[in-house]
């Protein structure tokens, strides 16, 4: 939790790393390194970080390692929505899987084959994706698979219009048990505005805003604040004070496009909700712009649900 020290330690490592001229040394360091800066502040430097472990990795000839960085580059590359190469990207890192053979990595391909065409509102495909990673992450016996298909599962449900198949308990449980309690509180608040439970929406969002929102961070799982910003704009009345706080956190990531996990879903823009926001606000002149914005990021990166 102590993120201003990883972050330290992690350049520490680098800098160690480099001078043993090891490039398997190297790349360790630069996955620790990838981790400690996991959030929305550091989008360019982590891919940067990303790219210099995945060649350090083909230089020590380590193929896991090379897949673990073209991983992270994957995820790094869908928040920057340079959707193209990420798409290139899971395709690499599909054929280097296959060709190493272990469920472990391979799952993860199918994952985020999920993911982009659950931004291109290709429903049936997202299902066919979900249930061959389910089944490779099962295989690997790895616990990441079922709750990343899960959520996406969740959010393809959402997509559609079938809010009331949101699976609350799953949630809950999952809430109950993270460190990142605050995001999948998020959610929820989200999914009980809009199925009309106002009262409990209104408690969480309560619970989130408390001391100047105290339990949000902006870190690896920054994209909740999403799901608050639309949680506000569901309940409307009373949120102006909030939504312009939010605003302001938000403001300087303008561009940025929330990314679930390690890309379960890739969420539109932030644009979007910083249109919102202002609207909440009381400044139609300012949601105009990024609104806008909103639109042309959701085009040219091929969401077109998101879009509309």
């Known amino acids: 939790p102590d993120r201003a020290r990883a972050d330290a330690l992690s350049a520490d490592a680098v800098e160690e790393a480099r001078g043993t001229g090891d490039p398997g040394a190297l790349a360790a360091a630069l996955n620790a390194r990838r981790v400690a800066i996991w959030d929305i502040a550091h989008t360019a430097e982590r891919l940067e970080v990303a790219t210099a472990m995945t060649a350090a990795a083909h230089a020590a000839d380590e193929p896991a390692a090379v897949l673990q960085g073209r991983a992270w580059r994957v995820v790094d590359l869908m928040e920057l929505g340079r959707l193209e190469e990420a798409r290139a990207e899971v395709a690499r890192y599909a054929e280097e899987a296959d060709a190493l053979g272990l469920p472990h990595y391979r799952w993860w391909a199918a994952l985020w084959r999920g993911a982009l065409a659950l931004l291109a509102g290709d429903l049936a495909a997202v299902g066919r994706h979900g249930a061959q990673a389910l089944a490779l992450g099962r295989r690997a016996d790895d616990p990441n698979a079922p709750m990343h298909v899960a959520i996406q599962a969740l959010q393809a449900d959402i997509d559609a219009g079938r809010v009331d198949r949101f699976d609350r308990a799953f949630v809950e449980r999952s809430a109950a048990s993270s460190p990142a309690a605050w995001a999948w509180t998020a959610w929820l608040a989200w999914a009980d505005a809009s199925l009309g439970d106002r009262a409990r929406a209104e408690r969480l969002v309560d619970e989130l805003a408390a001391d100047d929102f105290a339990a949000i961070r902006l870190d690896a799982n920054w994209h909740a604040v999403a799901d608050l910003a639309e949680a506000l704009g569901v309940l409307g009345e009373g949120q102006a004070d909030r939504a312009a706080r939010l605003h302001a956190l938000l403001a300087p990531y303008a561009g940025r496009i929330g990314v679930v996990g390690r890309g379960a879903v890739v969420y539109g ?34 969401a077109g649900p998101r879009a509309a």
């Open 269 to 302: 823009p932030i644009d979007t909700q910083l249109g919102l926001l202002a609207l909440l606000a009381g400044d139609r002149t300012a949601a105009e712009a990024p609104l806008e914005e909103a639109v042309a990021i959701c085009e040219r990166i091929g």
